[in-house]
């Protein structure tokens, strides 16, 4: 038996021009299903690794994200008094309101425009966000029209550099002071500006999209929402941080994954049918070898296994080189746009052990499915009938 399965793989070194076609449109079927789940992973592992289970987000009642959150000033109070806040040193509250907005900008290519996410912050933020920090430049002084700038935006946006300008609205310039790195986070394709600097280029002067508390604990999130909760008037919503992420995350993900999954399916399709139409002709040719394999006592089911074992190995090694590829792409940067904002955000490729798995085993599947019904054939030959042929 072991004589038959090496004079099976043997062969697909004769046919070794039609062996590197099947083999190519494999690894193509195995690279789209990779990277595809690979790109949905890094998708959830950028937006989700901006949350922390020990912050908690409010924003208005049913709103999806940030972006089409706004409320009053005054909440911002509210926040502060609900229980279960950490305190600084001084015994101050670790809140912190924000306003976000939108701004079209230029790429580098100049032929298009993106969208940006423009946070306007406040002095604390990086007391409530200790992940970020400073990579170049320096933190943005209040009162003032300086911007910081996430280190993911800089190679689409080169404008956006340390020492450069642009507009936040018509007549209101701010100037670039620092570049800031969060982990690799979907904060990093963000710009923040001063709070009131944010409010008044869009016209919001008193209001805010989110406030961000810092717990004491994880477990205090239920005390922390309650009174604020049940405040019908200001009608808000609290949600840990990683939560809210989690779930604006998932959205992209699914999409990224179903196209991934839609094309695989018709990749499949096409190399079901390659490696048939490959294997039947490789039957067709091999008529007198199968005759005399049989003749020299080799049964229906050693010829069947041959043949199987051919069609199997031709797609591994198409789902080898198809995970080779997939592995490179994390050597890439993937701009996008967040459904959740409609801005654009830079993800990176994350190497997802499931995903990879998943796309081997469908190449195992193309390669049995598509040599099943030429081994059943050579299978069932005559070996007087094919020794004359």
Not at 48 to 58: E, K, L, M, N, W
Not at 66 to 87: H, N, Y
Not at 349 to 363: E, G, I, K, R, Y
């Given at each position: 038996?072991?004589g038959?399965l090496?004079y099976?793989?043997?062969s697909l070194w004769?046919?070794?021009?039609?062996t590197l076609?099947?083999t190519?449109g494999?690894?193509?079927?195995?690279f789209?299903?990779?990277?595809?789940?690979?790109?949905a992973?890094?998708?959830?592992?950028?937006?989700?690794s901006?949350g922390?289970?020990?912050r908690?987000?409010?924003?208005?009642h049913d709103q999806?994200s940030?972006s089409?959150?706004l409320f009053?000033?005054?909440?911002?109070g509210q926040?502060?008094a609900?229980?279960?806040?950490?305190?600084?040193d001084?015994?101050q509250p670790?809140?912190t309101?924000?306003?976000?907005?939108?701004q079209?900008?230029?790429?580098?290519?100049?032929d298009r425009?993106s969208?940006?996410?423009?946070?306007?912050?406040s002095?604390?933020?990086?007391q409530?966000?200790?992940e970020v920090r400073?990579?170049?430049?320096?933190a943005?002084q209040?009162?003032?029209?300086?911007?910081?700038?996430g280190?993911s935006l800089?190679?689409?946006?080169p404008?956006?550099?340390?020492g450069?300008?642009f507009?936040?609205a018509?007549g209101r310039?701010?100037?670039?002071?620092g570049v800031?790195e969060?982990?690799g986070s979907v904060?990093?394709?963000e710009v923040?500006v001063?709070?009131?600097?944010?409010?008044?280029?869009?016209?919001?002067?008193?209001?805010?999209?989110?406030?961000?508390?810092?717990?004491?604990?994880e477990?205090?999130l239920?005390a922390f929402?309650?009174?604020?909760t049940q405040?019908?008037q200001?009608?808000?919503d609290?949600a840990?941080?990683s939560?809210y992420?989690t779930?604006?995350?998932?959205?992209?993900?699914s999409?990224?994954?179903a196209?991934?999954?839609?094309e695989a399916?018709i990749?499949s399709l096409g190399a079901?049918c390659?490696t048939?139409?490959?294997?039947y002709?490789?039957v067709a040719?091999r008529?007198?070898?199968?005759?005399?394999?049989?003749?020299?006592?080799f049964?229906?089911?050693?010829i069947?296994a041959?043949?199987?074992?051919e069609s199997v190995?031709?797609?591994?090694?198409?789902g080898?080189?198809?995970?080779?590829?997939a592995?490179?792409?994390?050597?890439l940067d993937?701009?996008?746009?967040n459904?959740?904002?409609?801005?654009?955000?830079t993800?990176?490729?994350h190497?997802?052990?499931?995903?990879?798995?998943?796309?081997?085993l469908?190449?195992f599947?193309?390669?049995l499915?598509?040599?099943?019904l030429?081994?059943?054939r050579?299978?069932r030959?005559?070996p007087?009938l094919?020794m004359?042929a």
């Amino acid at each position: 038996m072991f004589g038959l399965l090496t004079y099976a793989l043997r062969s697909l070194w004769a046919r070794r021009m039609t062996t590197l076609a099947t083999t190519a449109g494999i690894a193509l079927l195995v690279f789209v299903l990779a990277a595809s789940g690979m790109l949905a992973s890094g998708m959830r592992q950028t937006i989700a690794s901006a949350g922390d289970t020990t912050r908690a987000i409010v924003m208005q009642h049913d709103q999806w994200s940030e972006s089409g959150s706004l409320f009053d000033q005054s909440v911002l109070g509210q926040v502060a008094a609900a229980p279960g806040i950490r305190r600084d040193d001084r015994g101050q509250p670790l809140v912190t309101g924000e306003l976000v907005t939108t701004q079209i900008l230029g790429v580098i290519s100049g032929d298009r425009l993106s969208t940006i996410f423009i946070r306007g912050v406040s002095g604390n933020v990086l007391q409530l966000r200790p992940e970020v920090r400073i990579a170049s430049g320096r933190a943005i002084q209040p009162g003032t029209a300086e911007a910081l700038v996430g280190k993911s935006l800089l190679p689409l946006q080169p404008d956006l550099a340390v020492g450069h300008s642009f507009e936040l609205a018509a007549g209101r310039p701010v100037t670039v002071v620092g570049v800031f790195e969060a982990g690799g986070s979907v904060l990093e394709s963000e710009v923040w500006v001063d709070l009131d600097a944010a409010r008044s280029a869009v016209g919001q002067e008193g209001k805010l999209s989110s406030v961000t508390a810092r717990l004491d604990q994880e477990g205090s999130l239920d005390a922390f929402a309650l009174p604020l909760t049940q405040d019908k008037q200001t009608g808000l919503d609290v949600a840990r941080e990683s939560a809210y992420y989690t779930k604006i995350s998932g959205g992209m993900a699914s999409v990224i994954s179903a196209l991934g999954v839609v094309e695989a399916v018709i990749f499949s399709l096409g190399a079901i049918c390659a490696t048939m139409i490959v294997f039947y002709g490789a039957v067709a040719q091999r008529r007198r070898e199968v005759g005399v394999l049989r003749a020299l006592g080799f049964g229906r089911a050693a010829i069947l296994a041959a043949f199987l074992s051919e069609s199997v190995a031709l797609a591994l090694a198409g789902g080898g080189i198809g995970v080779g590829l997939a592995l490179l792409t994390p050597l890439l940067d993937f701009t996008t746009v967040n459904f959740a904002t409609g801005t654009e955000v830079t993800f990176a490729f994350h190497p997802d052990p499931s995903a990879l798995l998943w796309a081997v085993l469908v190449a195992f599947g193309v390669g049995l499915l598509g040599g099943t019904l030429p081994a059943l054939r050579a299978a069932r030959m005559s070996p007087v009938l094919a020794m004359r042929a």
